[in-house]
Nanobody, 122 residues
């Protein structure tokens, strides 16, 4: 099991940037994959990006590729989502989740943080 805490959400103008943080802890956390997901009002949860802690391998959804980047702090288990060129359609509650398998994580299993609101104004 892994414990996750998100931070860094807020209000930003279209075209701006924001960086979200996810602090991960727990037994065997180094073997987990951490993913960022978002859920806009009235819409289903959407995969954004994921990072496998054991080797740093990453993946990004096509909708954010080239604008968002997932990364990890070199000294601790903090996972970032750097968001650039933000659009109003990026507005959502952003969650980080952790599991041993990204496939399970994408199905909603694993451990999840409380979420952080990102609002992009036009």
């Amino acid at each position: 099991q892994v414990q996750l805490v998100e931070s860094g959400g807020g209000l930003v103008q279209a075209g701006g940037s924001l960086r979200l943080s996810c602090s991960a802890s727990g037994r065997a956390v180094g073997r987990y994959t951490i993913g960022w997901f978002r859920q806009a009002s009235g819409k289903e949860r959407e995969f954004v990006a994921a990072l496998r802690l054991r080797d740093g391998n990453t993946s990004h959804a096509d909708s954010v590729k080239g604008r968002f980047t997932i990364s990890k702090d070199s000294d601790k288990n903090t996972i970032y989502l750097s968001m650039n060129s933000l659009k109003p359609e990026d507005t959502a509650v952003y969650y980080c989740g952790g599991d041993l398998d990204i496939r399970s994580l994408k199905r909603g299993f694993g451990s999840w943080g409380q979420g952080t609101q990102v609002t992009v104004s036009s």
